[in-house]
């Protein structure tokens, strides 16, 4: 960029002056901001459903209800489900399957049932999980990536100042603040997906302790009835 003693230091301006590959590291980190922010309200609709679904499902449970009923309601889609519903569900359809089976003991029937139900509870987390890793990704390259184009803008700054005979602030000015605009676009991207993620994370720390308590209230209740 060439080095104007006067040059207009709005931020506009600036970005448009920019280098190439400065402009492109900049507009790779306004993808992966735009990215983020779709992320973040799409997760964040995903864990309060599931939250919500979780705590109605365990109300109409405890409530004492049918086990045959709540089971058929949820295969026949009466009920809207929700990861604590599915946990039942598998858990509740593998006991069925266990308990038709002549030669399966209470012992047997017990364990392949605790079985599925922990196999229902990592499958849930990770539909649950899914798309997080992106969100983390942003989080930790963001800044690298805005790092790259302050690098960059500077050297780039500098090589233009080798052809000054006396470099002043005002000629060195636009240089460093093109380059800064970078770091400041990739902070701008990792910090909202940070604070997403670390909550997101709490989130599913919270709806794992649920399901897997549920898991095994649920599995004592079959122990009383094989």
């Not at 079985?115 to 997080?132: N, S």
Request: charged share 20%; glycine share 8%.
């Amino acid at each position: 960029m060439p080095i104007k003693p006067n040059a207009d230091l709005s931020f506009v301006h600036l970005i448009s002056q920019a280098s190439l590959p400065v402009q492109a590291v900049m507009l790779l980190l306004v993808l992966l901001s735009i990215w983020s922010w779709w992320l973040i309200f799409y997760k964040g609709g995903v864990l309060r459903r599931a939250a919500r679904k979780n705590a109605q499902f365990d109300e109409a449970f405890w409530q004492g209800a049918d086990l045959n009923q709540l089971f058929q309601k949820i295969q026949n889609g009466e009920r809207r489900d929700g990861p604590q519903a599915e946990v039942f569900a598998i858990g509740f359809r593998e006991f069925i399957k266990q308990k038709k089976l002549s030669n399966t003991s209470k012992e047997a029937a017990v364990d392949g049932t605790r079985r599925a139900l922990k196999v229902g509870v990592q499958r849930e987390l990770d539909a649950l999980e899914h798309q997080l890793p992106g969100l983390a990704t942003v989080a930790s390259v963001s800044p690298y990536i805005g790092l790259l184009g302050t690098v960059w803008g500077i050297m780039n700054s500098f090589r233009g100042l080798a052809s000054v005979g006396q470099a002043t602030l005002a000629q060195v000015a636009p240089g460093i603040a093109e380059a800064l605009i970078a770091t400041a676009i990739g902070l701008f991207a990792a910090i909202p997906a940070v604070v997403a993620y670390n909550r997101f994370q709490a989130q599913l720390d919270r709806i794992n302790v649920q399901l897997e308590t549920f898991a095994e209230e649920f599995l004592n209740i079959l122990q009383r009835q094989a």
